[in-house]
Protein backbone atom coordinates (compact mmCIF):
# COMPACT_ATOMS: atom_id res chain seq x y z
CA UNK A 1 0.00 0.00 0.00
CA UNK A 2 0.94 3.80 -0.65
CA UNK A 3 2.32 5.37 2.12
CA UNK A 4 4.20 8.45 2.85
CA UNK A 5 6.45 8.25 6.21
CA UNK A 6 7.90 11.32 7.61
CA UNK A 7 10.53 11.99 9.89
CA UNK A 8 10.50 12.80 13.46
CA UNK A 9 9.33 16.15 15.26
CA UNK A 10 12.17 18.60 15.51
CA UNK A 11 13.10 21.66 17.63
CA UNK A 12 15.35 24.29 16.63
CA UNK A 13 16.62 28.05 17.43
CA UNK A 14 15.61 30.75 15.14
CA UNK A 15 18.23 31.27 12.48
CA UNK A 16 18.73 27.46 12.29
CA UNK A 17 17.52 25.43 9.35
CA UNK A 18 15.81 22.18 9.73
CA UNK A 19 15.50 19.04 7.29
CA UNK A 20 12.33 17.04 6.84
CA UNK A 21 12.16 13.54 4.85
CA UNK A 22 9.30 12.10 3.40
CA UNK A 23 10.50 8.42 2.40
CA UNK A 24 7.69 6.78 0.02
CA UNK A 25 6.55 3.03 -0.59
CA UNK A 26 4.07 1.11 -2.22
CA UNK A 27 4.43 2.90 -5.31
CA UNK A 28 6.90 3.82 -8.37
CA UNK A 29 8.56 6.95 -7.02
CA UNK A 30 10.37 8.37 -9.84
CA UNK A 31 6.64 8.57 -11.18
CA UNK A 32 4.89 11.28 -9.06
CA UNK A 33 5.38 14.69 -7.61
CA UNK A 34 5.98 15.25 -4.20
CA UNK A 35 4.44 18.40 -2.64
CA UNK A 36 4.89 20.08 0.68
CA UNK A 37 2.41 22.31 2.16
CA UNK A 38 2.96 23.15 6.48
CA UNK A 39 -0.06 24.26 9.11
CA UNK A 40 0.74 26.29 11.74
CA UNK A 41 -1.02 25.97 14.79
CA UNK A 42 -4.76 26.87 14.13
CA UNK A 43 -4.17 27.96 10.66
CA UNK A 44 -5.23 26.84 7.42
CA UNK A 45 -3.27 24.76 4.79
CA UNK A 46 -0.04 26.62 3.06
CA UNK A 47 1.73 25.34 0.02
CA UNK A 48 5.49 25.34 0.23
CA UNK A 49 6.54 23.68 -3.19
CA UNK A 50 6.83 20.58 -5.35
CA UNK A 51 9.61 18.47 -6.45
CA UNK A 52 8.97 16.35 -9.68
CA UNK A 53 10.48 13.08 -8.04
CA UNK A 54 11.26 11.90 -12.06
CA UNK A 55 13.06 15.09 -13.44
CA UNK A 56 14.28 16.80 -9.91
CA UNK A 57 12.78 19.51 -11.70
CA UNK A 58 11.53 22.03 -8.36
CA UNK A 59 9.39 24.80 -7.80
CA UNK A 60 8.77 26.80 -5.10
CA UNK A 61 6.52 29.48 -3.26
CA UNK A 62 7.38 32.86 -3.55
CA UNK A 63 6.87 32.98 -0.15
CA UNK A 64 9.58 30.76 0.86
CA UNK A 65 11.71 31.56 -2.28
CA UNK A 66 15.75 31.66 -1.24
CA UNK A 67 14.63 29.84 1.99
CA UNK A 68 13.40 26.58 1.16
CA UNK A 69 15.04 23.69 -0.61
CA UNK A 70 13.39 20.64 -2.00
CA UNK A 71 14.98 17.70 -3.24
CA UNK A 72 15.09 13.82 -3.49
CA UNK A 73 17.29 10.73 -3.35
CA UNK A 74 15.95 8.31 -5.89
CA UNK A 75 18.01 5.50 -4.62
CA UNK A 76 15.72 5.79 -1.10
CA UNK A 77 12.70 7.03 -2.60
CA UNK A 78 12.76 9.87 -0.30
CA UNK A 79 12.17 13.56 -0.61
CA UNK A 80 13.49 16.53 1.54
CA UNK A 81 12.49 19.50 2.58
CA UNK A 82 15.25 22.07 4.25
CA UNK A 83 14.04 25.37 5.08
CA UNK A 84 16.74 28.00 6.59
CA UNK A 85 16.52 31.53 8.89
CA UNK A 86 14.02 30.10 10.66
CA UNK A 87 11.96 32.09 12.94
CA UNK A 88 9.04 31.75 15.15
CA UNK A 89 6.60 32.05 12.28
CA UNK A 90 7.97 28.43 11.12
CA UNK A 91 6.71 27.12 13.91
CA UNK A 92 4.33 24.30 12.19
CA UNK A 93 3.57 21.14 10.91
CA UNK A 94 5.06 20.60 7.91
CA UNK A 95 3.40 17.62 5.16
CA UNK A 96 4.74 15.63 2.20
CA UNK A 97 1.89 14.73 -0.29
CA UNK A 98 1.69 12.81 -3.44
CA UNK A 99 0.67 14.26 -6.84
CA UNK A 100 0.34 11.54 -9.84
CA UNK A 101 2.33 12.88 -13.08
CA UNK A 102 -0.52 13.44 -15.19
CA UNK A 103 -4.19 14.27 -14.97
CA UNK A 104 -5.93 16.58 -12.97
CA UNK A 105 -3.83 17.79 -9.38
CA UNK A 106 -5.06 15.87 -6.64
CA UNK A 107 -3.00 15.38 -3.43
CA UNK A 108 -3.69 11.79 -3.46
CA UNK A 109 -1.60 10.64 0.02
CA UNK A 110 -0.27 12.33 2.99
CA UNK A 111 2.39 11.80 4.68
CA UNK A 112 1.63 11.60 8.61
CA UNK A 113 3.31 15.23 9.22
CA UNK A 114 6.35 16.11 11.21
CA UNK A 115 6.14 19.20 13.99
CA UNK A 116 8.71 21.79 13.61
CA UNK A 117 9.06 24.32 16.60
CA UNK A 118 11.64 26.93 16.21
CA UNK A 119 11.63 28.37 20.06
CA UNK A 120 14.83 30.30 21.60
CA UNK B 1 -4.08 37.00 2.80
CA UNK B 2 -5.79 33.62 1.22
CA UNK B 3 -7.49 34.40 -2.39
CA UNK B 4 -9.97 31.33 -1.86
CA UNK B 5 -12.51 32.54 0.85
CA UNK B 6 -14.43 30.25 2.15
CA UNK B 7 -17.15 30.62 5.61
CA UNK B 8 -15.43 29.89 8.49
CA UNK B 9 -18.12 27.14 10.00
CA UNK B 10 -21.03 25.41 9.05
CA UNK B 11 -22.98 23.06 10.85
CA UNK B 12 -25.82 20.39 10.76
CA UNK B 13 -27.94 17.47 12.63
CA UNK B 14 -27.48 13.89 11.64
CA UNK B 15 -28.90 13.16 8.10
CA UNK B 16 -28.66 16.64 6.69
CA UNK B 17 -27.01 18.10 3.82
CA UNK B 18 -24.11 20.81 4.46
CA UNK B 19 -23.16 22.92 1.94
CA UNK B 20 -19.65 24.60 1.53
CA UNK B 21 -18.79 27.45 -0.70
CA UNK B 22 -15.37 28.13 -1.94
CA UNK B 23 -15.25 31.80 -3.52
CA UNK B 24 -11.99 32.98 -5.80
CA UNK B 25 -11.33 34.86 -9.04
CA UNK B 26 -10.22 34.37 -13.11
CA UNK B 27 -6.59 33.50 -11.87
CA UNK B 28 -7.35 30.43 -10.06
CA UNK B 29 -10.78 28.69 -9.46
CA UNK B 30 -11.92 30.04 -13.04
CA UNK B 31 -8.86 28.96 -14.54
CA UNK B 32 -7.95 25.62 -12.73
CA UNK B 33 -9.33 22.61 -11.18
CA UNK B 34 -10.40 22.45 -7.71
CA UNK B 35 -9.47 19.95 -5.37
CA UNK B 36 -11.63 19.49 -1.58
CA UNK B 37 -9.65 18.33 1.26
CA UNK B 38 -11.01 16.52 4.84
CA UNK B 39 -8.95 16.97 8.01
CA UNK B 40 -10.15 14.98 11.19
CA UNK B 41 -8.34 16.96 14.52
CA UNK B 42 -4.89 15.94 14.94
CA UNK B 43 -4.64 14.26 11.34
CA UNK B 44 -3.53 14.41 8.15
CA UNK B 45 -5.61 16.13 5.23
CA UNK B 46 -7.27 13.69 3.45
CA UNK B 47 -8.05 13.87 -0.52
CA UNK B 48 -12.01 14.42 -0.75
CA UNK B 49 -12.49 15.23 -4.57
CA UNK B 50 -10.44 16.54 -7.56
CA UNK B 51 -10.94 17.85 -10.94
CA UNK B 52 -13.69 20.05 -9.34
CA UNK B 53 -15.99 16.50 -8.91
CA UNK B 54 -14.18 13.60 -8.85
CA UNK B 55 -14.40 11.21 -5.84
CA UNK B 56 -11.01 9.15 -5.21
CA UNK B 57 -11.94 5.41 -4.50
CA UNK B 58 -13.30 5.22 -1.42
CA UNK B 59 -14.89 8.15 -0.90
CA UNK B 60 -18.45 7.66 -0.07
CA UNK B 61 -20.89 9.59 -2.53
CA UNK B 62 -22.30 12.06 0.19
CA UNK B 63 -19.74 13.80 -1.19
CA UNK B 64 -20.29 16.21 -3.98
CA UNK B 65 -18.35 18.47 -5.95
CA UNK B 66 -19.33 21.28 -7.95
CA UNK B 67 -17.79 24.82 -9.90
CA UNK B 68 -19.38 27.65 -11.44
CA UNK B 69 -17.11 30.34 -12.90
CA UNK B 70 -15.12 31.62 -9.89
CA UNK B 71 -16.73 29.62 -7.38
CA UNK B 72 -16.62 26.20 -5.90
CA UNK B 73 -18.94 23.90 -3.34
CA UNK B 74 -18.35 20.81 -1.57
CA UNK B 75 -21.78 19.07 -0.44
CA UNK B 76 -22.09 16.49 2.38
CA UNK B 77 -25.50 14.58 2.18
CA UNK B 78 -26.53 12.19 5.06
CA UNK B 79 -24.35 14.11 7.40
CA UNK B 80 -22.55 11.92 10.03
CA UNK B 81 -20.78 12.60 13.22
CA UNK B 82 -17.25 11.08 11.43
CA UNK B 83 -17.76 14.55 8.98
CA UNK B 84 -17.02 17.22 11.81
CA UNK B 85 -13.37 17.90 10.82
CA UNK B 86 -12.22 20.98 8.72
CA UNK B 87 -12.51 21.26 5.02
CA UNK B 88 -10.08 22.71 2.85
CA UNK B 89 -11.03 23.52 -1.11
CA UNK B 90 -7.69 24.36 -3.44
CA UNK B 91 -6.51 25.38 -6.86
CA UNK B 92 -3.38 26.59 -8.92
CA UNK B 93 -3.34 30.09 -9.18
CA UNK B 94 -1.93 32.31 -12.31
CA UNK B 95 -1.74 35.88 -9.84
CA UNK B 96 0.95 34.29 -6.99
CA UNK B 97 3.72 33.27 -9.23
CA UNK B 98 1.48 29.82 -10.09
CA UNK B 99 1.16 28.85 -6.56
CA UNK B 100 -1.26 26.31 -5.08
CA UNK B 101 -3.53 27.57 -2.85
CA UNK B 102 -5.46 26.50 -0.02
CA UNK B 103 -8.99 27.96 0.94
CA UNK B 104 -9.36 29.83 4.34
CA UNK B 105 -10.96 26.61 5.64
CA UNK B 106 -14.58 25.41 7.25
CA UNK B 107 -15.04 23.80 10.43
CA UNK B 108 -18.12 21.44 10.09
CA UNK B 109 -19.87 20.58 13.57
CA UNK B 110 -22.70 17.82 13.41
CA UNK B 111 -25.15 19.10 16.04
Known amino acids: QVQLVQSGAEVKKPGASVQVSCKAS????????IHWVRQAPGQRLEWMGW????????KYSQKFQGRVTITRDTSASTAYLELSSLRSEDTAVYYCAREPQLGPTQFDYWGQGTLVTVSS | QSVLTQSPSASGTPGQRVTISCSGGSSNIGTYTVSWYQQLPGTAPKLLIYNDNQRPSGVPDRFSGSKSGTSASLAISGLQSDDEADYYC????????????FGTGTKVTVL
Open chain 2, 90 to 101: AAWDDSLNGDYV
Open chain 1, 51 to 58: INAGDNNT
Open chain 1, 26 to 33: GYTFTSYT
